[in-house]
């Protein structure tokens, strides 16, 4: 099992950065594929980037592709997202997932584990 805990979120004006982490405890992280996904108000949860377990492929939506990286680092048990020319519409709360398919798959259904979620403002 994994437990998930995000954190990075925060205000910032349109065209700025913001990094936001996932920690995960349990001895089995690096062989989870990890994903990150937001969710608007009144808006389904969407798939934002994903990770395979080794680290060797990542996996974007097409809205976030050149402006956010997805990196982790199994022996520290982390995930990252790196947002740069962050815009309104990246306006969310944040969810790291994990799934044991191993690979980045879109759909919300594959991952098993959730974690709570960060808010990300962007403001115009």
């Known amino acids: 099992q994994v437990q998930l805990v995000e954190s990075g979120g925060g205000l910032v004006q349109a065209g700025g950065s913001l990094r936001l982490s996932c920690a995960a405890s349990g001895r089995t992280f690096s062989s989870y594929a990890m994903g990150w996904f937001r969710q608007a108000p009144g808006k389904e949860r969407e798939f934002v980037a994903g990770i395979s377990w080794s680290g060797g492929n990542t996996r974007y939506a097409d809205s976030v592709k050149g402006r956010f990286t997805i990196s982790r680092d199994n022996a520290q048990k982390t995930v990252n997202l790196q947002m740069n020319s962050l815009k309104p519409e990246d306006t969310a709360v944040y969810y790291c997932?994990?799934?044991?398919?191993?690979?980045?798959?879109?759909?919300?259904?594959?991952?098993?584990?959730w974690g709570q979620g960060t808010q990300v403002t962007v403001s115009s």
């Open positions: 997932a994990a799934n044991r398919i191993g690979r980045a798959v879109v759909e919300p259904r594959e991952y098993a584990y």
